[in-house]
C-alpha cells in the first residue's frame, strides 16, 4: 500500500528560509501495508498510515494500482479502513486472538521499505507470540489507545504497520502496529492490534461512518508516567464522576477506589483503558469498588458517550458542540466552557492549526461558552476585524489570527 501525503516544506535554518517561495509544499510518500477482509475490495490498515494523506494507492500482489477510498478512521484503536473499486479478490481467513497462547507461531506479512525490494510481492517474517494483553504507556506522539495488545517476535519493519499478523494456519490474528525499539529496526518486541478489535472498528466505519463506543461517565486519576506509582498502584482511584452518567447511577464518588473490573484485577490505570476501550452501548461492567475500607460490587451499564449525540454546529468545514459537565468528564477537558472541535478541514488547521479535541473559549473580547457563540461572532467580525481565537489544547492556551478568509 503506498500513501502519497503533502506537506508543507519547512525550512531548515534562516537562510533556507530566505530560499523557499512563499506557500511552497512537496510531496512525501508515506508506505504502509493492509488486508483485504471482502472480495468487493474492503481493506483494512492503521490510522497513522492513512492520517493527512491526499491520495492513497493499493498495490496488490499482483502489481496492480488501484485508487482507495478511505472509508473512515480511527486514531483512538489506530484502524482505517478503505475502499478499492474491484472485485473477486482474495479475502483473508479471519482467525480468533482470544484463542492465542504464548509460544504459538506467529507469521508478520507485510511490505517493508516498499518498493526497495524491486516489486510488491509481500515479505513474510516469522516467530512467536511472546505475551497477550500488553498494555503500552502512551508517548508524547502516540494518538492511539495501545492496551490488550498481542506482542510477538516476529520482525515488524518500516513499511509493515497496518499489515496482517497471522497464526500457523494462515489466518489473521492480529493487525501489526508498531514496535518497541532504540535504534529504529526490529529488535523483537513488536505490536498487534488483536484482530477482533479491528473487525468490530472496520464494520462501525463502513456502516456507521463512525465508531460505537460505551461510555460509563467515570474518570480515571492517572499517576504521571515518570513517577514509579503509575505501575503499582493499587486499583484506580475514581477523579470525577459525570453528573448525568452512569457512575452516578451506580452511586461511585470521587476517591473511590476500583479494584476489580470485568473481571480483571486492576493495578493501574491502563488496565482500566483496557476493559473500557472494546465496550459498546449497552454493555455491562461489574466492578469492585472500595470505599472506607469497605469493598462492594455494582454494574455500571455504558451507553452513548454525550458528545456522540451532541448538536453540531457547522461553519464551513469545522464541527462544534458545546461544552457540558458531560462532555468535559467524557473527553477528559480542562475547562467547562466553550466549543470544543469534533472536526476540522484542512483549510482550518492550516490556518489556524485548530484540530479535533481543542476548545475554543474566546474570539476577541466574546467568551465562548456555547458552539453556536463561535457561528455568531465570527459571522459579525469577518470583514469589521481581524479575529484572534483562544484555544486550549489539552492544559495549554495558544492564539492564533485569523482574517476571516479561509
Known sequence: MNVVRRERQMPRDPFEAMMIPRGFERRVEGLGTGFIVSADGLIITNQHVTGGADQIVVTLRDGRDLPARLLGEDDHTDIAVLQVDATGLPVAPIGRSRALAPGDWAIAIGNPYGYLLGNSEPSVTAGVISGLGRDILQGQE??????????????????????????????????????????????????????????????????????????????????????????????????????????????????????????????????????????????????????????????LVSVEPPSASAERVNLQDLQLITVTPDIQAERRLAVARGALVVSAGATWQATLGLQPGDVIVQINSYTIAQAEQVQQVVSYLRGRSAMRFAVVRGDQVMYADWWGNP
Open 142 to 299: 502516540q494518538a492511539g489507545l495501545y492496551v490488550d495488545m498481542i506482542q510477538t517476535d516476529a520482525a515488524i519493519n518500516p513499511g509493515n504497520s497496518g499489515g496482517p499478523l497471522v497464526n500457523g494456519d494462515g489466518e489473521v490474528i492480529g493487525v501489526n502496529t508498531f514496535i518497541l525499539s532504540q535504534t529504529g529496526g526490529s529488535v523483537g518486541l513488536g505490536f498487534a492490534i488483536p484482530i477482533e478489535r479491528a473487525m468490530r472498528v472496520a464494520q462501525d466505519l463502513r456502516r456507521l461512518g463512525h465508531v460505537r463506543r460505551g461510555w460509563v461517565g467515570v474518570e480515571i486519576a492517572e499517576p504521571a508516567a515518570q513517577s514509579a506509582d503509575w505501575r503499582r498502584q493499587p486499583g484506580v482511584v475514581v477523579r470525577r464522576v459525570a453528573p448525568n452518567g452512569p457512575g452516578i447511577a451506580a452511586a461511585l464518588k470521587p476517591g473511590d477506589l476500583i479494584v476489580r473490573a470485568g473481571g480483571q484485577v486492576l493495578r493501574n490505570f491502563l488496565g482500566w483503558e483496557r476493559v473500557l476501550v472494546d465496550l459498546v452501548p449497552g454493555d455491562t461492567v461489574r466492578v469492585a469498588v472500595t470505599r472506607g475500607g469497605v469493598t462492594r460490587d455494582v454494574s
